[in-house]
């Protein structure tokens, strides 16, 4: 589908004037990559400690935490497993969910440079302090703040950096009776986000979010990894894949057709939607989710995927056995920050030799 909408003005700033790259791309080179420590920490530290491990000398990292305490808790931690806390910075915000992702801002740039947070409605009346972490972070950041009249979840927008939207159903259902229709809707991503093509997908039986990232990942502008079920222990998300699949063939990008390459989608039988495609792209490096107690060979032939899409990335799994058990992996407790690299001097470099934390890592306290 196309989206054509007449631009509108929030704010004092001119949408009509942003460029057409909207929303970047995830597999773009970021300016720091922000984690939600807050639960995390608390509650699969095993988690934090290898993302941290992995990225902390490749690109900034902000955690948000509740308070100095946690902040003190976190840092003594870290080094005690032997990683350069010095480098992490913290931000103190009283926070109830780890899934930044779906609270955190999103970001747009205007064509005269100017970079922009967007801050979407977050849509849980009982989390309003999370609902306040866009302008928290526009705050901190010294850049200004849209509002957009919308519920919008993070795992519910992907962007492939040149305005092409992959959404769900779910976007529209959460809006319909706030006076936003399909058309409105369209036009909010076309007016603030920059987007001038969408596809909104069918969402996952069963699966509770209804968020595209738990099935979709883009890894460049014109080339997107998709799930797909094994019909033989899936059949109805299976065809609900292959459905999705087939609406995105005559998808055009700036650079040809959409190039769609599937990826084995590990076991939900016991209820519990694992993923590989709830990724963090971090300047070169992609992690992804592991479940060492899945069937390893879906894990290998998706280890594999990235690998061949991204040459010259280093493809790391993360334990996330237990942080799926929330409805959520690494990307949702993360945010790319693009385009603000005078805010965050790249990290020094160290001796890498990742610490044999996979299945080890204490719990905090």
Avoid at 68 to 77: A, G
Avoid at 209 to 233: E, P, S
Avoid at 251 to 260: A, N, S, W
Wanted: net charge negative; glycine share 10%.
């Amino acid at each position: 589908m196309r989206w054509l909408a007449v631009a509108v003005e929030e704010d004092n700033l001119v949408l009509d004037t942003w460029i057409s790259a909207c929303t970047p791309g995830e597999f773009e080179t970021q300016a720091a990559l922000v984690l939600g420590l807050n639960d995390l920490a608390a509650n699969c530290p095993h988690v934090m400690v290898e993302v941290i491990d992995a990225l902390i000398d490749r690109i900034p990292l902000l955690g948000i935490v509740r308070g100095e305490e946690q902040r003190q808790e976190i840092l003594t931690f870290l080094s005690d497993w032997g990683l350069p806390s010095h480098l992490m910075r913290f931000v103190f915000m009283p926070v109830m969910g780890m899934w930044v992702r779906d609270y955190g801002p999103g970001f747009a740039r205007r064509s005269d440079g100017t970079v922009t947070i967007l801050d979407a409605e977050y849509g849980q009346s009982e989390r309003r302090n999370d609902d306040k972490v866009p302008s928290a972070l526009a705050a901190l950041l010294r850049v200004p703040v849209v509002h957009i009249p919308l519920i919008a979840d993070g795992g519910l927008i992907l962007s492939n950096g040149e305005g092409l939207c992959l959404t769900t159903g779910k976007l529209y259902s959460r809006n319909a009776g706030r006076g936003n229709d399909e058309n409105r809707i369209q036009q909010i991503l076309r007016d603030y986000y920059g987007f001038h093509t969408g596809v909104s997908f069918f969402t996952l039986e069963r699966e509770e979010t209804g968020h595209a990232d738990m099935f979709a990942t883009f890894t460049g502008a014109d080339c997107l990894v998709l799930g797909r079920y094994d019909a033989a222990v899936d059949g109805g998300n299976a065809a609900i894949l292959e459905k999705n699949a087939e609406m995105l063939k005559s998808i055009e990008t700036r650079r040809g057709l959409l190039k769609v390459v599937r990826m084995p989608m590990p076991s939900n039988k016991d209820g519990v939607f694992r993923t590989y495609t709830n990724v963090i792209y971090a300047n070169g490096v992609l992690l992804v989710p592991s479940y060492p107690d899945q069937d390893q060979k879906l894990e290998r032939d998706a280890l594999d995927i990235y690998a061949g899409l991204l040459p010259g990335w280093e493809i790391i799994p993360i334990n996330c056995t237990e942080v799926i058990k929330a409805r959520g992996a690494l990307r949702c407790m993360s945010i790319n920050i693009p385009w603000l690299t005078d805010r965050f001097p790249p990290p020094a470099p160290r001796k890498r030799s990742h610490c044999g934390l996979r299945d080890t890592a204490p719990g905090l306290g």
